[in-house]
């Protein structure tokens, strides 16, 4: 059993995470570094596969072609909006690659287990799934720890492959950049832009069959 202080401590983690972007040139302790990864390890595995790696990067050089990569991939997909959503979407940071002391690459083996793991034999994405669930983990340790994680999603997963040396059937799920930051927003980034607003809760949830019942049946 939990206490209620420990129920509130875990409910403010969740609602205080951010991704961040910006970040202050500070070493980050070693052993809090330590501590998030352990914690992505207890993720939850589906099969018990876990199939997560992790790729800490920390050479200036090697960022600075991850940062490339990523800047490459944002400017072209800036092409699939138009006018002032695409000078948002451009206005969309990914310096964080450089500023942060460190980067952590976070990787998905499909073999891992073998051709037949209990659950992935029915759903082949459950080991991305399960991937997705440590780097939840590693997010919500990294925020207890005082500090700011962001998830760089622009890139093309080869330009990753070649620049880590990732062998070709390993799945680059994640490029983590991880460090402390001076401003950390008290809602998400593109909710304070006006980018997007967070779904009413209540107009997603069904009673038993997709879009029926009401939400107050069940909460």
Not at 115 to 129: Q, T
């Amino acid at each position: 059993m939990f206490s209620e202080q420990e129920k509130e401590a875990l409910y403010k983690v969740i609602y205080t995470r951010r991704d961040i972007r910006t970040f202050v040139d500070k070493p980050v302790p070693s052993e809090a570094i330590s501590r998030i990864l352990n914690a992505a390890h207890h993720g939850p595995s589906v099969g018990f596969m876990q199939p997560w790696n992790f790729i800490v990067i920390t050479n200036e050089a090697v960022k600075a072609r991850l940062a490339w990569a990523a800047d490459k991939e944002r400017r072209a997909l800036a092409i699939h909006y138009e006018e002032n959503r695409k000078e948002e979407f451009l206005n969309l940071k990914v310096e964080g690659l450089m500023q942060a002391p460190l980067t952590i690459c976070v990787t998905s083996d499909p073999t891992r287990g073998g051709s037949h793991v209990l659950g992935r034999n029915s759903i082949p994405e459950m080991d991305l799934l399960s991937t997705a669930c440590a780097i939840q983990n590693m997010w919500l340790a990294a925020c207890v720890e005082g500090l700011a994680l962001g998830w760089v999603s622009f890139y093309k997963k080869n330009d990753v492959r070649d620049i880590l040396s990732i062998p070709p059937h390993i799945e680059p799920v994640a490029l983590l950049s991880i460090g402390y930051t001076d401003h950390y927003p008290s809602k998400p980034i593109l909710e304070l832009s006006n980018w997007a607003s967070r779904r009413d809760l209540q107009g997603l949830i069904f009673h038993d069959t997709w879009g029926q019942g009401r939400a107050e049946d069940l909460i």
